[in-house]
């Protein structure tokens, strides 16, 4: 696939010279959004460097695809069993410790990713390319939005309440250092952006979407559907700094010391927006997405670093083996040191689950084996199984499955490689289920949706149908709870 990491430094520096203009006096070496948005080759280089930015560590390159994914019911470091206050951060939930020498609190690298995705949707709007070309135009500025969007959205996701502006920084810094702002706020305009960012886009396949390594019209909607659940569902809050929301409480969690769980009183509308975008896209006989019919190999076509045929995954960061990239290196079969792999081992334990997810699994759910693994390749070159129950592997990516240029810089390594794995923000099966949850707080769970064609329980079953194979009288078996 094509790789947008190896973009340059250029690049990344064409979109951030507009937010430093100190002086007044023009210098050939500085780049204004005029100049750079004027053409598609400009404006397209400098939107390269906003994706560019999201291989950083701190951002897709490891922390938001490996560390801090570790923050759920089935996911989990066996190392932060002993202390959770001392263990390293870099292992899962323990990034959120309020530790002054905790460095994965740091949100720089990902707010840099907002600031540069903003100054290109500001860009886009003042240069002239939109105005003379707009059929090259419309796309970019509706990737640049969906950027924006992501970017922010992964701020909010993380850290709940944040700083935001809808703008870029002045250049005199008087509206850079500003206090939190509620994520309801964040979340309505996030909700605008991707609006328009959807009535610009291509379907993946088509103009510069070619791979899912760009915006496309199909990760567009589904990431308003799913800004939109966000916004309309429970959290905590902070009572104490935003008292004066007012928001629906929720009515069997108690609220101490100020903090409470609440919600947006008008939730509703946010489910219909996210029913409406899953709707949209599972109903458009334009939409090039399927579901992969076999699960395992969605993840061996990532792990070798191939298009899906399916289209299944609809947007994946794009990272560059033996450049950027711990996906898979920090998490997945374990490989040991010293074995014929190489030196380096794989799959290491910063990321695990335990045996209580494994036996979640129906024992004819296709997805477990391909989920979670006890095996593991010993130095000595044979495979064995690991037996701590508080320590069982993700197998979603395998030393087996990579590609050959990372297996042989991987053999040859003295250090750590990087995989360029990309990482899957969003799949095919996302807007099934997104599709069942809206609609199933709106409607309930057999209201047939004439858009979609489908009801929220058919849309579950669809996916449970790769899950167990057609026809399996396990697709049907669930709680009768629908929502659970």
Request: hydrophobic content about 35%; proline content about 3%.
């Amino acid at each position: 696939m094509k790789k947008l990491y190896i973009l340059t430094l250029a690049a990344a520096m064409l979109i951030t010279t507009s937010c430093d203009d100190f002086l007044a006096t023009d210098t050939p070496s500085k780049q204004s959004n005029t100049n750079v948005f004027n053409t598609e080759a400009m404006a397209e280089a400098a939107l390269m460097g906003v994706y560019a930015t999201m291989s950083d560590t701190y951002v897709y390159g490891q922390k938001i695809s490996v560390n801090w994914q570790n923050i759920s019911d089935t996911e989990n470091c066996n190392l932060y069993l002993t202390n959770y206050k001392e263990v390293n951060s870099d292992y899962g939930q323990n990034h959120y410790y309020g530790n002054s020498g905790n460095s994965t609190t740091r949100w720089n690298n990902i707010f840099r990713f907002a600031e540069l995705a903003s100054a290109a949707v500001e860009g886009m709007r003042e240069g002239e390319l939109l105005k003379t070309n707009p059929t090259v135009g419309k796309p970019l500025l509706g990737e640049a939005l969906t950027l924006r969007a992501l970017a922010y959205f992964e701020l909010v996701r993380i850290y709940g309440d944040i700083p935001y502006k809808k703008t870029t920084s002045n250049s005199d810094l008087s509206n850079v250092y500003i206090g939190k702002i509620d994520r309801d706020t964040v979340y309505a305009d996030l909700v605008k952006n991707l609006q328009e960012a959807i009535e610009y886009l291509p379907w993946l396949g088509s103009g510069k979407a070619s791979t899912a390594e760009r915006i496309s019209k199909g990760f567009a909607k589904g990431l308003l559907a799913r800004v939109a659940l966000f916004a309309g569902g429970w959290s905590l809050r902070d009572g104490n700094q935003f008292p004066d929301m007012q928001l629906e409480k929720h009515p069997t969690i108690p609220e101490m010391n100020g903090y409470y769980v609440g919600r947006v009183k008008n939730y509703k509308e946010y489910y219909e927006i996210a029913a409406k975008q899953c709707a949209e896209i599972l109903g458009d006989p334009e939409n090039p997405h399927q579901l992969d019919p076999d699960f395992e190999n969605i993840w061996k076509t990532v792990n070798h670093l191939d298009q899906n045929p399916y289209n299944e995954n609809l947007y994946e960061v794009g990272l560059g083996v033996g450049n950027t990239g711990d996906v898979g290196t920090l998490m997945g079969w374990e490989v040991q040191q010293g074995s014929m792999y190489g030196q380096q081992g794989m799959g290491s334990s910063y990321v695990t689950s335990t045996i209580y997810y494994f036996y979640s699994f129906g024992k004819t759910d296709k997805r477990r084996d391909v989920t979670l693994t006890f095996g593991r390749w010993r130095k000595e070159n044979y495979e064995d199984l690991s037996l701590n129950a508080t320590n069982v592997h993700y197998a979603k990516w395998r030393m087996y499955w990579t590609s050959e240029t990372y297996r042989a810089l991987h053999l040859a390594a003295a250090g750590r490689v990087a995989t360029g794995i990309n990482w899957i923000v969003m799949r095919y099966s996302d807007i099934y289920l997104m599709f069942a949850e809206a609609m199933n707080e709106l409607y309930g769970p057999d209201h047939q949706n004439t858009t979609a064609g489908m009801t929220a329980r058919q849309a579950l079953e669809k996916v449970r149908e790769r899950a167990f194979g057609s026809g399996s009288s396990e697709i049907a078996k669930y709680d009768s709870d629908f929502f659970n």
